[in-house]
C-alpha cells in the first residue's frame, strides 16, 4: 500500500535521500540535445479521455524541463519522514521513432518503517512528449529483499514488437502510467480546465482516473515553504466503477512549471502527506554535439 503512493510523488526524510541504483536505459531510447526536440505544436492534442471527450484540456507547451529532481518527505498516519521520494526528468530524446521524455521516481523507507517494511523502488517511463501516453513503463521493487523487475511494453494494437526483457501490455490508445499521468497534470491549463480524465495502467491493471479542480488557489505549507496552490481531487475508476481503496489529491504551485506540492492520499489502512521538501537546481542542458 505505502508503494502505491510512492508512484505518484517522491520525497525526503530527515536523512539525506539514499543513492538511488542507476538502470540502463532501453536499447531502443536514444537521448536527444536540447535544441533537437522541439516543444508541443500548438496543433498537436492530448489523448482523449476513455469516455468523455469534453474533459480532454487543451495542452500547451509542457512545463518539464531536463534534470529536474524533487524531492518529498512522505508522512503516514501519525509517523513523520517514513519515507523518501524523488521524482526526476531524467532526459528526453527518441523511443521506437517517437519523440519522448524519460521520467523516474524512487523510493525508500525509513526508520523506524524501515524496520517492518525494508523498500527500495524505482520507477522508469518513457513517455511520449507531447501527448505523455506511455510507451514504456519500468519498475524495479525491492520490497522486505524481495527483488521484482517488470517491463511493460505499451500497446493498443498488438502489432508493437516488445524487446526480449519486455512485456506487451494491450491498453486503450492514449495511456498514461502513473508518472506520466502525474505530469500530464501539470500540463494541464486548470485557469481553463475543471475536469479531466485518462486511462493509466499502473504496471498491473487498467483504470480511468478523473481528476477535478476544487480550488484555484489553496494555501499549502510544506517543509519547502508556503505556496497558493491549485487543489485537485483525483479519483480511480476499475470498469466504470469507482476504486474504494484510495482517493488522492493533488496540489499544483500556482508557479510557471506548476511544481507539485503536495499529495494527499485516503487508504483503507492509513492516510499519507507527500510533502516537498526542496527543489533542487535544473542541470544545464547540454548542448548539441558537433561532427
Known sequence: MVAGVFIWMRARGVQPPRPDTVSPEPSEFHEASAASLPPVAHDEKPAPSIKNKK??????????????????????????NVATL???????GNFLGKNVWHLQAAAHTLKPLRIVFELDDQFDSYSDSGTLASLQYE???????????????????????????AAQARVVPGTRDPLGFMQFLRTTDWSSTKQ???????????????????????????????????????HVFENGVESKDASFTLYLANDAVRTPVLLEAIMP???????????????PESKPKTE
Open 55 to 80: 474533459t480532454t484540456p487543451p495542452v500547451t507547451e509542457l512545463p518539464l524541463k531536463t534534470g529536474e529532481v524533487l524531492n518529498y518527505t512522505a508522512n503516514v498516519s501519525k509517523l513523520d
Open 269 to 283: 489502512i492509513a492516510t499519507a502527506r507527500v510533502e516537498l521538501v526542496k527543489e533542487l537546481p535544473v542541470a
Open 139 to 165: 519498475m524495479r521493487l525491492n520490497e522486505r529483499g524481495e527483488k521484482v523487475q517488470s517491463i511493460q511494453r505499451m500497446t493498443s494494437t498488438g502489432k508493437e514488437p516488445a524487446s526480449a526483457e
Open 196 to 234: 479531466v480524465s485518462s486511462p493509466v495502467y499502473d504496471g498491473h491493471k487498467l483504470y480511468d482516473a478523473r481528476a477535478k479542480l476544487v480550488s484555484a488557489a489553496a494555501a499549502v505549507g510544506v517543509p519547502a515553504g508556503e505556496f497558493r496552490a491549485s487543489k485537485i481531487e483525483i
Open 86 to 92: 524523488t521524482l526526476k526528468v531524467a532526459g528526453k
